[in-house]
């Protein structure tokens, strides 16, 4: 089965930027759908952004709009989320994950996960 790895988060202040990447090892993910998830504590998990197989896709939640960037490597087996403009709200767990045919916003129904990264936004 295959594995998910992603970077490490880490603190940044409010509209800054940081970008999180996750890389595919054991197996290729290059004809899944790629997303990413996060949950704040106390808070249920959260659709963040979402890209189809040929990168050419892009969906994101509306909380993240405008300010977030979902993208793909293939051939680096590696999906990245470019956060921009962050705000205190963002400080969340952030989860890749992976699903074999169209996204899906409910978590449930993703098939392979990250391990989560701690983002912090401070004001």
């Known amino acids: 089965q295959g594995q998910l790895v992603e970077s490490e988060g880490g603190l940044v202040q409010a509209g800054g930027s940081l970008r999180l990447s996750c890389t595919a090892s054991?197996?290729?993910?290059?004809?899944?759908?790629m997303g990413w998830f996060r949950q704040a504590l106390g808070k249920e998990r959260e659709f963040v952004a979402a890209?189809?197989?040929?990168?050419?896709?892009?969906y994101y939640g509306d909380s993240v709009k405008g300010r977030f960037t979902i993208s793909r490597d293939n051939a680096k087996n590696t999906v990245y989320l470019q956060m921009n403009s962050l705000k205190h709200e963002d400080t969340a767990v952030y989860y890749c994950?992976?699903?074999?045919?169209?996204?899906?916003?409910?978590?449930?129904?993703?098939?392979?996960w990250g391990q989560g990264t701690q983002v912090t936004v401070s004001s």
């Open positions: 994950a992976a699903k074999e045919g169209g996204w899906d916003t409910s978590g449930a129904l993703w098939s392979s």
């Open positions: 054991g197996r290729t993910f290059s004809r899944y759908a």
């Open positions: 890209i189809g197989w040929t990168g050419g896709s892009t």
